[in-house]
C-alpha cells in the first residue's frame, strides 16, 4: 500500500541526509540514540527521569578495522563515557599509530583495554555515589 506523497520538512529532510552519509555502524549508534530520546521523554511527551545506563553496547569489532573506525565504535559502544577522559590517551594511541608506525590491530587492542578500563572506573565511581 502506498502513503500519499507527504511533503517532508526542513528538519526532516535535513536529518534524512545526515543519516544516509552515516556507515552502517554510525546509523546503528544514532538510530538507538534515537529511541533513547523518545524513551526518556516518556508516553506523555513530558521529560522523564533517566539513569544511565552503566552497561556497555559492544558492537562487534570488524575483521579489517582502522584506528579512527575503532574509536568511532568503541566511542558508540561505552556511550556513558566522557570523551575528554579518553582524549589524552586515545591521542597517544593514534599518535602511535600514524606518526610511529605501530600496527592498527595493536593500537585497538590498546584501545579496547583502554575503554575497558575507563568504563570499570566509572562503574565504580556511579556505585559509590
Same mark, same amino acid.
Given at each position: 500500500?502506498?502513503?500519499?506523497?507527504?511533503? /517532508?520538512?526542513?528538519?526532516? =529532510?535535513?536529518?534524512?541526509?545526515?543519516?544516509?552519509?552515516?556507515?552502517?555502524?554510525?546509523?546503528?549508534?544514532?538510530?538507538?540514540?534515537?529511541?533513547?530520546? #523518545?524513551?526518556?521523554?516518556?508516553?506523555?511527551?513530558?521529560?522523564?527521569? #533517566?539513569?544511565?545506563?552503566?552497561?556497555?553496547?559492544? /558492537?562487534? =569489532?570488524?575483521?579489517?578495522?582502522? #584506528?579512527?573506525?575503532?574509536?568511532? =565504535?568503541?566511542?558508540?559502544?561505552?556511550?556513558?563515557?566522557?570523551?575528554?577522559?579518553? /582524549?589524552?590517551?586515545?591521542?597517544?594511541?593514534?599518535?602511535?599509530?600514524?606518526?610511529?608506525?605501530?600496527?592498527?590491530?595493536?593500537?585497538?587492542?590498546?584501545?579496547?583495554? /583502554?575503554?575497558?578500563?575507563?568504563?570499570?572506573?566509572? #562503574?565504580?565511581?556511579?556505585?559509590?555515589?
Amino acid at each position: 500500500m502506498l502513503l500519499p506523497k507527504q511533503k /517532508l520538512s526542513e528538519d526532516t =529532510r535535513k536529518l534524512v541526509k545526515l543519516y544516509s552519509a552515516l556507515c552502517e555502524q554510525d546509523k546503528l549508534s544514532m538510530l538507538a540514540f534515537a529511541e533513547f530520546l #523518545v524513551e526518556r521523554a516518556g508516553e506523555s511527551g513530558q521529560s522523564a527521569q #533517566v539513569e544511565i545506563s552503566l552497561e556497555p553496547v559492544p /558492537l562487534p =569489532r570488524p575483521e579489517s578495522e582502522s #584506528v579512527v573506525a575503532a574509536i568511532k =565504535r568503541l566511542s558508540a559502544s561505552y556511550h556513558m563515557l566522557e570523551k575528554s577522559d579518553l /582524549l589524552t590517551e586515545t591521542s597517544s594511541l593514534m599518535t602511535a599509530h600514524i606518526m610511529q608506525g605501530r600496527v592498527a590491530t595493536a593500537v585497538i587492542d590498546d584501545l579496547e583495554a /583502554l575503554f575497558s578500563r575507563h568504563h570499570r572506573e566509572f #562503574v565504580s565511581k556511579q556505585r559509590e555515589e
